[in-house]
Every structure is written in structure tokens, then in C-alpha cells.
């Protein structure tokens, strides 16, 4: 898969998501959201498939 955002940053939400993601347990879901209100991003689709929407 190619994925291709503009303008550049993307990479940096990216990279936050990932750091808590690699945390033990499971996700922290208001972290989640506080790095998507950050970097201006709305989840439309679950995390997980068949999972709720965040």
C-alpha cells in the first residue's frame, strides 16, 4: 500500500500513535484521542475491525 499525505507531519502522528500502541496493555484510548485532537484527526473507521468506533 502507498500512502501519501500533504502537507508533510503526517509521520509525527504517526510515530505518537505507534508509541502508544507499543505500551503494555491494552491502548490507551483518551491518549488516542488527545494526539488525533492534536494533529487535527478524525477517526472514521473502528481501530479494530467489527470494534466501536472511537
Not at 7 to 29: F, K, N, Q, T
Not at 43 to 50: A, D, E, F, K, V
Request: glycine share 10%; hydrophobic share 45%.
Amino acid at each position: 500500500m502507498l500512502f501519501l499525505a500533504a502537507p508533510a507531519g503526517h509521520e509525527h502522528y504517526i510515530r505518537e500513535i505507534a508509541e502508544i500502541l507499543d505500551a503494555s496493555g491494552p491502548p490507551d484510548v483518551a491518549a488516542i484521542a488527545e494526539v488525533r485532537s492534536d494533529h487535527g484527526i478524525h477517526q472514521l473507521t473502528p481501530m479494530r475491525p467489527g470494534g466501536p468506533l472511537p
